[in-house]
């Protein structure tokens, strides 16, 4: 019988962007069921702190240095998984990078930022790791893209259009990496994460009227389905993408 509390015992994850909010969630997640996780991230201070909180709970982490953005950073991001705990287990593709704007109002450095961050390396990263993945016997790939991925917002054209790449992206590389590695999205609704702090008031309360759970998700409720994910209890789940979202899209 699976051991519910440590079901990634003994595998290694890189999770990207878990420096913060739902990455951070989900590196402590995974250590508390075993996993040796390496925190990428550009925020050094945050990323130190959240390898530093894993190490004092008893967990295996290291924090690397990496923007995602640059191909030789995820190339030093899968070194660091390999050299530190001998191969890699999960990929977590979650780092992204948006300023919130219309179409109208986006400027093309803005657009090709979102991209670079949000969209490409979650191909780029994954292309790197699919070597080590295939040695593993239970590869992942998570990708972290948005209940914004399948319905619409004003106010958000660049992110949406890399959201909606991020689904179409783990589709396709689930089909290419079958029945080797898994690949798998999750699909948040609004989280309680430092990149809400920014939504003003007003737009926050418009949103929270079209959730049935009337409430924003905690990190710790994408955390928890991603510990799934990532675990072989979803053996037989890959190619899909689940939605967390407190019954947003029900709509
Ligand atoms: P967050 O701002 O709390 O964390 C994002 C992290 O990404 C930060 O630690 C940041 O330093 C890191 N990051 C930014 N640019 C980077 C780069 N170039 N290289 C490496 N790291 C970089 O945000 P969050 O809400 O936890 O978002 C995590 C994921 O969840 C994102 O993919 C986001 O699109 C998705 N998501 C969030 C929500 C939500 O409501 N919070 C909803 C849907 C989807």
Redesign the pocket.
């Known amino acids: 019988m699976t051991n519910l509390a440590m079901r990634l015992e003994g595998r290694t994850a890189i999770i990207?962007?878990a420096?913060?909010?739902?990455?951070r969630a989900t590196a402590l997640r995974f250590a508390r069921e075993g996993a040796q996780v390496v925190i990428?991230?550009?925020?050094v201070s945050?990323g130190e702190d959240c390898a530093a909180e894993i190490h004092s709970a008893g967990g295996e982490a290291r924090f690397v240095e990496?923007?995602?953005?640059l191909e030789s950073d995820l190339m030093r991001m899968i070194d660091c998984a390999v050299t530190a705990y001998g191969g890699l287990d999960i990929l977590h593709n979650?780092?992204?990078?948006a300023r919130g704007a219309t179409a109208l109002d986006t400027t093309a450095d803005d657009w090709q930022r979102t991209i670079d961050?949000?969209l490409r390396p979650v191909w780029q990263a994954s292309k790197l790791a699919i070597p080590q993945l295939m040695k593993s016997k239970a590869g992942v790939i998570l990708n972290?893209a948005?209940?914004h991925s399948i319905v619409g917002l004003t106010g958000s054209a660049a992110y949406q259009a890399s959201?909606g790449g991020v689904l179409s992206l783990t589709r396709a590389l689930s089909l290419e990496l079958a029945p080797r590695i898994r690949v798998v999205a999750i699909l948040?609704?609004?989280?309680d994460?430092?990149?809400?702090e920014q939504v003003p008031e007003d737009v926050h309360e418009a949103f929270l009227q079209k959730v049935p759970l009337a409430r924003r998700g905690q990190?710790e409720e994408i955390a928890s389905v991603a510990a799934f994910l990532a675990s072989d209890d979803a053996g037989y789940i890959t190619g899909t993408a689940i939605v967390v979202d407190g019954g947003y899209t029900t709509h």
């Open positions: 990207t962007g420096a913060s909010g739902i990455g990428a991230d550009i925020d945050r990496v923007d995602v953005s979650n780092a992204f990078w961050v949000t972290t948005s209940v959201k948040p609704g609004t989280i994460t430092p990149a809400n990190p």
